[in-house]
């Protein structure tokens, strides 16, 4: 389990189904990691709840707080998607996508009866959110936040001046294999060494890591509830090698946390498995909802949480 929990707890939180056209329309293309999540999927799984209380970070939880401020419950939302954008600066920013129930006329009631006044992006009113992210609407239904910089990006990308998601082959194709299920996220190749070292541990100082890490195109993963806990990843390779020796690093690497852990951890390890496809590296976990809420609750996971 500590190799599906990094995998996890890996960049952004790793908590909806296919994005809408406008909010697809304002993910720009040097995006390094998209996350959605289906609020009523989770809302129906008490571990999917309970995952998302484990590992959301709390500077992610006070989004339900910054909405909150601009009379959005959390109740009213039915679909979040997380990107992590490129700013021009080079520097990682938050966007986020929000749409559910709430309309943008109530919204923008409640800001301006609380005197908020916007600041004009070319055409765009954007509003602060008193938590240091601006908001705004990319349709009367979606709400678009988050840091003012990535804000600004995804405008930019809206309006034509900067490329979308679809002149990103690779995460655009990924993108399209993941999002029909209720939890999935997409990497980039950066984002997905960096993911793969925080995976591998020590493991990752191999010289046989440095060279396929140069080989990796992109990762793609899907996490539902349904019937127990399912978490199938995908990593994207230039060729069958890569893949194979990627495979081999991980097996090892599992080998050993399982000589570490002790109880529930190394059951959990069990139902763990990892192989290559063609091009491609395969990682599968399976748990039931029981022995999964006991691992949330044991020593090893906060280890591996607080990473």
């Given amino acids: 389990m500590t190799l599906l929990a990094a995998l996890l707890l890996a960049g952004l939180p790793a908590l909806a189904t296919g994005l809408g056209t406008s909010a697809r329309a304002m993910i720009p293309s040097s995006t390094q990691q998209i996350i959605s999540v289906d609020y009523r999927t989770l809302r129906n799984s008490p571990t999917g709840m309970a995952l998302k209380e484990r590992v959301l970070p709390q500077n992610l939880k006070s989004l339900e707080g910054s909405l909150r401020n601009v009379g959005i419950e959390p109740g009213s939302i039915e679909q979040i998607t997380f990107a992590s954008v490129r700013t021009k600066d080079g520097s990682l920013r938050l966007l986020c996508l929000a749409s559910g129930s709430f309309t943008r006329a109530g919204v923008l009631q409640r800001l301006r009866a609380q005197k908020v006044r916007p600041a004009l992006y070319r055409d765009t009113n954007l509003y602060p959110m008193g938590t240091g992210m601006e908001l705004t609407f990319a349709d009367p239904s979606t709400l678009a936040f988050g840091d003012p910089n990535a804000l600004r990006a995804a405008l930019d990308t809206r309006d034509g001046i900067a490329e979308s998601l679809s002149a990103n082959a690779t995460l655009n194709d990924m993108v399209q294999d993941v999002a029909s299920g209720p939890v999935w996220s997409v990497l980039d190749a950066a984002g997905t060494q960096a993911m793969l070292r925080s995976a591998l541990g020590q493991a990752a100082s191999l010289n046989e890591f440095g060279t396929v890490s140069q080989r990796l195109l992109g990762s793609r993963y899907t996490m539902d509830f349904a019937n127990g806990v399912n978490f199938d990843l ?74």
């Fill in 234 to 307: 995908n990593v994207l390779t230039t060729d069958q090698m890569t893949a194979a020796t990627l495979s081999s690093l991980l097996q090892a690497a599992m080998m050993l946390r399982k000589q570490q852990a002790t109880g529930v951890e190394k059951a959990a390890l069990e139902n763990l498995s990892v192989d290559s496809d063609s091009h491609d590296l395969k990682v599968h976990f399976q748990s039931d909802d029981q022995r999964f809420q006991a691992l949330m609750k044991s020593e090893f996971f906060n280890v591996v949480a607080a990473r």
